[in-house]
Nanobody, 124 residues
Framework: QVQLAESGGGLVQPGDSLRLSCVAS????????MGWFRQEPGKEREFVAA????????FYPESVKGRFTISRDAAKNTVYLQMNNLKLEDMGVYYC?????????????????WGQGTQVTVSS
């Protein structure tokens, strides 16, 4: 069993940066993937980034590529999401998730554990 706890959300202005953290309690195995998703009210949860735990290979959708960076500190069982040049459309609740699949997935159904989420508000 793995529990995930996100932190780092807040209120920022367009163009600002923010770093989210997610600590995993429990074992994260080398073939696991850790991911970030976001969700706005009334919308589906959207894939934001993922990282392979052993290789640290990263994956992004086009909407955040070049602005967001996912990284992990295996010693701390922590995954980060550095978000730069934030836009209004980046606003939402950001969720950390862990997938036991050995293959990258952009779909929520492939992730086995979820955190409670942290709110990111982008407003001028």
């Amino acid at each position: 069993q793995v529990q995930l706890a996100e932190s780092g959300g807040g209120l920022v202005q367009p163009g600002d940066s923010l770093r989210l953290s997610c600590v995993a309690s429990g074992t994260v195995y080398s073939n696991d993937f850790m991911g970030w998703f976001r969700q706005e009210p009334g919308k589906e949860r959207e894939f934001v980034a993922a990282i392979n735990w052993r290789l640290a290979k990263t994956f992004y959708p086009e909407s955040v590529k070049g602005r967001f960076t996912i990284s992990r500190d295996a010693a701390k069982n922590t995954v980060y999401l550095q978000m730069n040049n934030l836009k209004l459309e980046d606003m939402g609740v950001y969720y950390c998730a862990l997938s036991k699949s050995e293959y990258i997935s952009y779909h929520t159904g492939s992730y086995d554990y979820w955190g409670q989420g942290t709110q990111v508000t982008v407003s001028s």
